[in-house]
């Protein structure tokens, strides 16, 4: 069973991590600690078909285990005042792939290029992650 978080125990702040087609990822304060926040659009929320996309995948990724994947603390599902919340509350990652080539990418550049090993060990770690999730695909 997935933990129900109520957007109660949630303190939403502004900043914005990223969005997409089907809602953003926001910054929030869970028992105090920073948690990223996957919030589906509210007006893609009030389609039952979207909720059940949105299980499926806390579902699976409540299973998963690895240092190199973002892990599922639960989820928010709830509907107040004709409004739905449908929103997957999970570890917020320190940094992104996108600062980091960023820094060291540039004229406004902070660190030297990536040296090849730096670079192969980020391979690396992505790969044994999709090695990972791949092994899964059986078992879910």
Same mark, same amino acid.
């Given at each position: 069973?997935?933990?129900?978080?109520?957007?109660? +125990?949630?303190?939403?702040?502004?900043?914005?991590?990223?969005?997409?087609?089907?809602?953003?990822?926001?910054? /929030?304060?869970?028992?105090? +600690?920073?948690?990223? =926040?996957?919030?589906?659009?509210? &007006?893609?929320?009030?389609?039952?078909?979207?909720?059940?996309?949105?299980?499926?995948? =806390?579902?699976? /990724?409540?299973?998963?285990?690895?240092?190199? =994947? /973002?892990?599922?603390?639960?989820?928010?599902?709830?509907?107040?005042?004709?409004?739905?919340?449908?929103?997957?509350?999970?570890?917020?990652?320190?940094?992104?792939?996108? *600062?980091?080539?960023?820094?060291?990418?540039?004229?406004?550049? &902070?660190?030297?290029?990536?040296?090849?090993?730096?670079?192969?060990?980020? /391979?690396?770690? *992505?790969? +044994?992650?999709?090695?990972?999730?791949?092994?899964? =695909?059986? &078992?879910?």
């Amino acid at each position: 069973e997935v933990l129900r978080i109520p957007s109660r +125990c949630l303190l939403l702040t502004d900043k914005k991590l990223g969005s997409g087609s089907y809602g953003e990822v926001r910054i /929030a304060y869970w028992r105090g +600690c920073p948690v990223a =926040v996957k919030m589906l659009y509210e &007006v893609l929320a009030s389609v039952q078909r979207n909720i059940d996309l949105l299980l499926q995948e =806390v579902f699976i /990724a409540w299973r998963v285990h690895h240092p190199n =994947v /973002a892990a599922v603390s639960g989820v928010t599902l709830e509907t107040e005042d004709g409004k739905t919340r449908a929103w997957i509350v999970m570890d917020l990652l320190q940094g992104s792939m996108a *600062a980091l080539i960023d820094a060291t990418q540039g004229p406004q550049r &902070v660190y030297g290029p990536l040296t090849l090993r730096e670079q192969v060990d980020m /391979a690396h770690d *992505a790969l +044994c992650a999709l090695d990972y999730l791949h092994s899964l =695909v059986s &078992v879910l």
